[in-house]
């Protein structure tokens, strides 16, 4: 199966300092994340639909999204960024494509388009990652193209059976700014292993 989606530049572990362990402050805001993604799956389902007999498709217009999809707890740059996002996907697929369909298997990322996070270097080479509205940061190692990431995607990775894991999360390095990719799917599960203990 051949994938539309933009292919990251670098893909590194994702670890947390020592004195903060664990990833339970990041579960609020993958949760947030989720919630806007399911805003918008909720608006463009029926949207579009009412729109598959017509002759000519009118996308919606940004201030429609902005008006039916609500920023809820996202930061202001990854909100509007989706919102840009979502406008730029309905006029290219012009309604005949719809979103993932939100589940925490197959969507359970957050994207950060580069105003919402920060880059820096820290000791022993290793760089951390600070995102607006999580106090402690994320740390990196190995990432040589600091002053080029434009765009990342941060998730948890996936387990044997397909699934997010909670304990080793990963950081994917883009150096385009995707603002926001509305139809990013971070699995299918996979057939293989569906049903396996």
Known sequence: ???TLPRWNVRL???RPINTPGWSDFIPTLSYHYQLHEKAVEFLGPYNAKQRSADHYMPPTRDILLDR???GRVNYFTYTAFINSLVKFCEITKGHRALPTPHPSVVHSIQLPLPAFELHKGPNDDKIIKIIGINTPV???GLRVLNE???IIIR???AKLGTPSSVNWEVLFYRH???YIPEWVDTNLNPRWSGCF
């Open 13 to 15: 572990d994702a670890f």
């Open 1 to 3: 199966m051949q994938s």
């Open 139 to 141: 740390v990196v190692k």
């Open 149 to 151: 990431i434009k765009f």
């Open 177 to 179: 700014n995707h603002g």
């Open 156 to 158: 948890p990775k996936l």
């Open 69 to 71: 999809i609500s920023q």
